[in-house]
């Protein structure tokens, strides 16, 4: 069986974070393992707490896990600490890890800072030359390539800029561009687009599915192209099935 590897943060809903990535490779048949850089404290409408992990304890679940378990590939989410993130590029390069797939997570949907400034340096400057793929949203995009999204153009840009800070695979998703929530992705050679579904209403989680759908796919063999493809079904199917669990946004539903 494939094994896939989350690090990232608890978020207590199960709606986003490792809880939700461990549902995505279990519902996509592959088994999943996972590493906790810090514990929120959050509903569907209040984000109340980051605790980030002390540094030897994050070191301590790498060497633990992956002198026994390696995974197939990786997949980061809420590092949040410059230690995390350098803990993560440090393991990665030691089990020579081929698939990492980097969500990078900066803000919640509540507006809660979730990398601290020093981290997103190292994000930028270590783990995106380290990965295979990044899979950011359009605010994210923004702030690592500093291009501002108002048009599609503008759009293509910020994905090739994305690719030109060192991965293999830029992709930029288009969930709060227009109706059409086109993704694109861009590979070195060729851009590819997907678009999809716009569902009403806020969602909670969708980019966490979404970048542990595609390492799933990536685990399978798929080919990129195939994966995104793939990965934006999934998401919209569990979008479509959306509950209101609580006050706030809504959760994504695999049943
Ligand atoms: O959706 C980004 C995200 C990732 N990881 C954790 C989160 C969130 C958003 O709230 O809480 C732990």
Redesign the pocket.
Known sequence: MKVALTI????PTSG???QMDLKVFHALGVYGTSIIT?V?S?STYE?TSVYPLPEKIIVNQFETLLRDIKPQGAKT??LYSKYAAECVAEYIKKYKIKNLVI?P?IT???G?K?LLDEAQQILKTELIPLSRAVTANIPEVEILTEVRIKNIDDMYEATEKLYRMGTKLAIVKGGHFNDKVPDLLFDGKEFFMVEGEKYSGEF?????AFSSAFLSFLCKGYKPYEALKASKNFVSELLRKALKLGKGMKILNFT
Request: charged share 10%; aromatic share 4%; with cysteine.
């Open positions: 990232g943060g608890s978020d986003a974070g490792v810090s929120t959050q984000f989410g809420m969500d997570v919640s949907t509540t809660k979730l909670h989680g969708t980019g966490c």
